[in-house]
Every structure is written in structure tokens, then in C-alpha cells.
């Protein structure tokens, strides 16, 4: 069992390392496309992920097109803080892609309006907040993936 987290446009290095660590632990493949507010080799991305990094099945992308044209026959979900609808009635499946937007305005317009269908949001109970931070986020939605997939036992 395993997911794809996608991160476009990261900006952030130490979301990115805690990311990737986030992606390790979970037995998930993490996806980063270009381009990055940060270099891979900075050391703050390498300080969030410790010594995990290594380790971590990454894949890289040089722009939004390449990434959607090497996936295009994958399953994705993506997710805005101006979804209609909520992560946890997300249908999970295995290997699922969970594309996420960079942290200073999330997914373009283009990518949200081509995906409506398939665009959910995590709540937000208060008005003094936009949104949470992206490794917070991924976290949330890559745990609930798992525990609804997970078998019972």
C-alpha cells in the first residue's frame, strides 16, 4: 500500500524534507515538479527529511506538462482550499495520486477549474486562518488514505 504525493511548485524546503519523510514512513512515492523555491540539495530540505532522504522513492518533473503527460492515465485527487467537497470522502485506492499546489496560492486556476470534479478541500473551523501548512495537510489526507485502506483485522 502506498500513495503518490505531488507537490507543485514547492516553495518551502523544510515542508518538502518533512514531506519526504512523511512519504517514506507511509510507503509512498513523492512526485515534486518544477519549479522549486529551493535547490534538492539545500540543507534545510535535508534537515527536515534527517537521514531518511536517501531513502525516499522520489521522482522528479520539469514542468506541470510533463508531470500530467507521463501520468495521464493515473487516478488523482487534488486538493484547494476552494474545493467543494471534503477529503474524507475521497474513494482511496492504492498507488492514488494526491496532488498538492505550492504553499503561497496552491493549484492554478487551470489545474483546479480542468479538475473540479475531483477537487476536495480539508475544513477549516476558524475565519482567522486560509490555510494550513502543506506538510500538515499531506499528512492529514495521507493518513486517512491509509486508514481507510488499511485491513481490518
Known sequence: MGYNIVLIEPEIPMNTGNIGRLSLASGSTLH???????????KRVKRAGL???QH???KTYENV??????NKDKKMVFFSSHG???YYDIEFTDEMFLVFGKESVGLSSEITEANS??????PIFSEHIRSLNLANAVSVV???????????S
Open 32 to 42: 515534486l515538479v518544477k519549479p522549486f523555491g529551493f535547490e534538492l540539495d539545500d
Open 65 to 70: 506538462e510533463e508531470f500530467f503527460e507521463l
Open 117 to 122: 470534479e475531483r477537487l476536495y478541500k480539508i
Open 142 to 152: 495521507v493518513y486517512e488514505g491509509i486508514r481507510k485502506l488499511r485491513p481490518k
Open 84 to 86: 467543494n467537497k471534503e
Open 51 to 53: 537521514d531518511y532522504w
Open 56 to 58: 525516499i522513492n522520489l
